[in-house]
């Protein structure tokens, strides 16, 4: 079965790094794009950014660039997302999610990981 | 701010009909997703493609689309679907995904 399962809570100061991480399994790597989505206490679902497995190109909302890591091991089958220079705002539920390598599913999130916490706080 | 706009909070009667919009302009374009969240869950696929239900979705809840604004629509509410629904679309330039706000269903 398709499983997509995150890395712990983590805390952290401001100014430090992040890095989660997604572990999958049981479907055919390189058919489905990772996604990262994230969700403050309260909020929305804001969509990070996203990786071609097969070739390991990146996607990344124009919020994140540049302060946001997308990378895969294909050996591994473990997505990572790494954000620099946190800040409060930074708090919140971090999802890797999939969908499939077709340009009309594009943002088709049929399974998603069980969300990991990040608690950015002095 | 969101490119897809979602009313924040609709209610519906226990076994009503009520329909939940999502409008963008990316929409006339794009085919919409709707995700069901439940507190404290990871989001659920409910519709995608604009009106298709995966396996394991309520035949209750159904899709579509005019223009820019998708719908959803719930036939006979129950409890159980109290939650908060998002959709998501990718963006205007096609290189993005963006979501609405998502909008809280209370069921009376």
């Known amino acids: 079965q398709v499983q997509l399962v995150q890395s712990g809570a983590e805390v952290k100061k401001p100014g430090a790094s992040v890095n989660v991480s997604c572990k999958t399994s049981?479907?055919?790597?390189?058919?489905?794009?990772i996604h990262w989505v994230r969700q403050a206490p309260g909020l929305g679902l804001e969509w990070m950014g996203m990786?071609?497995?097969?070739?390991?190109?990146?996607t990344y909302a124009q919020k994140f660039q540049g302060r946001v890591t997308l990378t895969r091991d294909t050996s591994t089958r473990i997505f990572y997302m790494e954000m620099s220079s946190l800040t409060s705002e930074d708090t919140a539920v971090y999802y890797c999610?999939?969908?499939?390598?077709?340009?009309?599913?594009?943002?088709?999130?049929?399974?998603w990981g069980q969300g990991t916490l990040v608690t950015v706080s002095s | 701010s969101s490119e897809l706009t979602q009313d924040p909070a609709v209610s519906v009667a226990l076994g009503q009909t009520v329909r939940l919009t999502c409008q963008g302009d990316?929409?006339?374009?794009?085919?919409a997703t709707w995700y069901q969240q439940k507190p404290g869950q990871a989001p659920r696929l409910v519709i995608y493609n604009t009106a298709n239900r995966p396996s394991g979705t309520p035949d209750r809840f159904s899709g579509s689309s005019s223009g820019n604004t998708a719908s959803l629509t719930l036939t006979g509410a129950q409890a159980e679907d109290e939650a908060d629904y998002y959709c998501n679309s990718r963006d205007i330039s096609g290189n993005h995904v963006v979501f609405g706000g998502g909008t809280k269903l209370t069921v009376l």
């Open positions: 990316s929409l006339r374009n794009y085919y």
């Open positions: 990786v071609n497995p097969s070739v390991g190109t990146t």
């Open positions: 049981g479907y055919t790597l390189s058919s489905y794009y």
């Open positions: 999610t999939r969908s499939p390598r077709l340009d009309a599913a594009m943002s088709t999130f049929d399974y």
